[in-house]
């Protein structure tokens, strides 16, 4: 079974673009949750998205947003970028996203702002 | 207000001892838990789990300890390798509450041979 994969695994920027950044979860899986990981700090959660909708989200502006498609595939979409938006972005899948549950991570995406 | 915290960053041990890493976490709604390893240039994997109905979960090496009265948990690595070197994240989520797991901030453990 293929696990989760993420693209592009590498993106360089320059303040004021926008990114959009790709995660395809493990098959069957209908949860995908968005986390962004910097120097120093644990995994701060962005968004779950289930069943093409948004469940959860977490304390992160609006310049942040995100999307999930039909077939589970979903999308977080960054505006107006801000240096510190340089980050390692990672996207998790599970079945269910119930609780007691795993997730599982994709390599991340390593964005850069300059 | 960091519900989740690994107090030690990094954590230096020798080939063949034992690694404990430690965790802390503040949300008595919280009843499961979970480590991560995470090398470089890849995303965290999943170590081991323990559900609040437990004290103790073991798998191979790796033996997790919960104590609910003090809100904590350890992981021990029993003998540690040299490719157990890897940053390590606790995470913690609560089937009452938010079922998405609040990480700590890792903490990067060395086996030296």
């Known amino acids: 079974k293929a696990g989760v994969t993420q693209t592009p695994r590498y993106l360089i920027k320059t303040r004021g673009q926008q990114v959009t950044l790709s995660c395809s979860p493990i098959s069957g899986h209908r949860s995908v949750s968005w986390y962004q990981q910097t120097p120093g700090q644990g995994l701060q959660f962005l968004f779950e998205y289930f069943s093409e909708t948004q469940r959860n989200k977490g304390n992160f502006p609006g310049r942040f947003s995100g999307r999930q498609f039909s077939n589970s595939r979903s999308e977080m979409n960054v505006s107006t970028l801000e240096l510190g938006d340089s980050a390692l972005y990672l996207c998790?899948?599970?079945?269910?996203?119930?609780?007691?549950?795993?997730?599982?991570f994709g390599p991340g995406t390593r964005l850069l702002v300059l | 207000d960091q519900q989740v915290k690994q107090n030690s960053p990094s954590l230096s041990v020798q080939e063949g001892r034992i690694s404990i890493l430690n965790c802390d976490y503040t949300n008595s709604m919280f009843d499961y838990f979970l480590w991560y390893k995470k090398y470089p240039a890849e995303g965290p994997t999943f170590l081991i789990s323990i559900s609040s109905i437990k004290d103790k979960n073991e798998d191979g090496r790796f033996t997790v300890f919960l104590n609910k009265s003090a809100k904590h948990l350890s992981l021990h690595i029993v003998p540690s390798q040299p490719g157990d070197s890897a940053v390590y994240f606790c995470?913690?989520?609560?089937?009452?509450?938010?079922?998405?797991?609040?990480f700590g901030r890792g903490t990067s453990l060395i086996v030296h041979p």
């Open positions: 995470a913690a989520s609560g089937t009452g509450g938010s079922y998405i797991p609040t």
């Open positions: 998790a899948s599970s079945l269910l996203a119930r609780g007691k549950e795993t997730q599982y």
